[in-house]
């Protein structure tokens, strides 16, 4: 694990990699909130990495130093709303827990394979970042970073309704839920290969979905330039 000066370092590289990619970039409120941020390693009480905000206190606790930035982004993307939880593109209230959880871990991922990642890392990283990826695509890749930091999963969606329906932009949302819920948890119990399947097709699901919003977003443009 990171000793003071080790972790002091890692600091500054992450905020100034995020400063220069990200020119809306909350550092004020990033500032803000690192003076009451505790970073911890609790091995013997968590078997993974994690970011926690339980309304009172913000905490990152570490399992290895590969997770650090990952977990450091989920706290830079925290809004710091008292009646519910905007991480990132995450959003969880008394209603809904943790929609969006899975365009959030995986855009997340995506940055860090973009400015944290070692070329051995970045392949195993980039096959669960591919559909944010290309989902960045409809976006805009700056608008996309913008909102992650500064925005929420609304203002995504509000996008995509832009390019598709109402019903089918609220669907991708919770397909890519599912999507990652059922890839993590084949990581975790072994079970890739059994789930191969349904990953691929939850996957191509989401990709197709992200086709028609191109195709849209493509024929949107060629009539504004006509």
Do not use: W
């Not at 100034?16 to 004020?28: E, G, H, L, Q, S």
């Not at 990132?88 to 940055?111: D, M």
């Not at 669960?128 to 969606?157: C, H, P, S, T, W």
Request: one cysteine or more.
């Amino acid at each position: 694990m990171y000793d003071k000066e080790e972790l002091e370092e890692q600091i500054k590289i992450f905020l100034a990699i995020m400063v220069k990619n990200f020119p809306t970039f909350p550092i004020d409120r990033f500032k803000e909130n690192f003076a009451t941020l505790n970073i911890n390693n609790l091995v013997l009480k968590y078997n993974f990495s994690c970011y926690l905000n339980d309304g009172n206190s913000k905490s990152i606790n570490i399992l290895n130093k590969e997770a650090f930035f990952h977990e450091m982004l989920h706290f830079a993307s925290d809004k710091n709303y008292i009646d519910k939880v905007m991480i990132g593109f995450e959003y969880s209230n008394e209603k809904y827990k943790r929609l969006g959880r899975g365009l959030n871990e995986c855009y997340t991922e995506l940055i860090c394979s973009r400015y944290f990642s070692s070329i051995e890392n970045m392949v195993k990283i980039m096959s669960v970042a591919q559909i944010a990826y290309r989902l960045e695509e409809v976006i805009g890749r700056q608008k996309m970073g913008d909102l992650y930091f500064n925005g929420n999963l609304f203002d995504i969606v509000r996008e995509l309704i832009k390019l598709s329906s109402e019903e089918e932009s609220i669907q991708f949302i919770l397909d890519f839920d599912e999507f990652y819920d059922v890839h993590y948890s084949s990581l975790k119990t072994n079970t890739l290969e059994q789930n191969k399947e349904l990953i691929n097709n939850l996957s191509n699901k989401l990709l197709k979905f992200i086709d028609k919003c191109l195709e849209a977003k493509n024929n949107i443009n060629k009539k504004s330039s006509i």
